[in-house]
DNA sequence: CGGTTACCCTGGATGC
DNA sequence: TGCATCCAGGGTAACC
């Protein structure tokens, strides 16, 4: 479920509470979730750990450990979640961090388990991991290197702004929102964009994640909660991600949901009237 | 190599 | 109520 700004929102919530504090133990409640790494050594690294800092990289969650204790990385894919406070104690728990003075529990929780956890030695063996698989931050990104990466694909602009490799940060609810924004189709192919598309939709990504990140993210369902257990604020006031049939905020026109190339199974929502494919651009299909 | 699809998991919502 | 079906914010291996 997290994208950048939900990742930023879990950080922001553990970032108050985690630096400086001692871990008196880390249970591993599903190893199935350790990547690279097993429970046992995890657990014997972490035990008496203090953490030094807690950060993102594109929506993966960093808690930095100090001394040579190392970093744990989680990356939340679509379930994954924590929590600060009790409300009943939360389900699915897959990791407890307890820590000490005063004792306290922090649980990430997974309820599909399709997210990820490892330990990286230190920072810029994380950093090499995550360079591997991932372009720049997707609120740190400057225009022109964006503009160097779509000029490298003919692929449409909304699969290539959800590819990692490109940007990192960006999935399905906010490329949707960030199109909508720039005024771009979403099949349109990423290098047929002109230099002043490229601008506006630079520009709409840093707005609409700002945006987002203000609101805390989006929730909906029993998924996505800030580490205090609230929703997110951003579907209140989106433009077209889940909102078929519904009048688009520019036209008033409905918003259209469809299913495009390159994206198997995910939903994408746009407004018809204010996100067209130029005739010059058009792909057969 | 670039682009696309199958598949990983499971809970909740919806429909019959 | 019970059961089947569909849906979902992500990512990667494998395929064409």
């Known amino acids: 479920m997290p994208e950048l700004p939900e990742v930023e929102t879990m950080v922001r919530g553990l970032r ?10 880390l249970e591993v409640r599903d190893p199935s979730l350790l990547q690279g790494c097993t429970a046992t050594s995890l657990m014997r690294r972490m035990r008496g750990g203090t953490v030094a800092d807690v950060g993102r990289r594109g929506k993966w969650v960093v808690i930095e450990l100090e001394g040579d204790v190392g970093l744990i990385v989680i990356q939340p894919r679509m379930t994954g979640g924590f929590w600060l406070i009790e409300p009943d104690r939360p ?7 307890h820590l000490e003075k005063p004792d306290a529990t922090i649980w990430y929780c997974d309820a599909r388990r399709l997210g990820k956890v490892s330990w990286y030695q230190d920072a810029a063996v994380a950093e090499t991991a995550f360079g591997r698989s991932h372009g720049p931050d997707a609120l740190r990104i400057d225009r022109d290197d964006l503009a160097g990466r779509l ?3 003919s692929r449409g602009i909304k699969p290539t702004l959800m590819d990692q490799k490109v940007l990192a940060g960006i999935g399905n609810i906010y490329a949707d929102e960030t199109l909508h924004r ?3 189709h979403p099949e349109r192919p990423s290098s047929s964009l002109s230099a002043d598309e490229i601008t506006r939709l630079h520009r709409a ?3 609409v994640l700002a945006r987002a990140i203000e609101l805390e993210g989006s929730s909906f369902d029993a998924g996505y909660r800030t580490v205090l257990g609230l929703e997110g604020g951003f579907l209140a006031q989106n433009s077209v991600y889940g909102r078929e049939h519904q009048p688009c905020p520019s036209c008033a026109r409905p918003i259209r949901k469809t299913r495009i190339a390159g994206l198997i199974g995910r939903p994408t929502y746009y407004c018809p009237t204010c996100q067209v ?5 058009s792909r057969s299909r």
């Open 16 to 25: 108050g509470v985690l630096p400086g504090r001692r871990l008196r133990r």
């Open 91 to 97: 389900e699915h728990i897959r990791l407890s961090f």
């Open 151 to 153: 000029a490298r694909t």
């Open 182 to 184: 720039a005024g771009l």
């Open 205 to 207: 990504i840093g707005e």
């Open 277 to 281: 494919i130029p005739p010059s651009t």
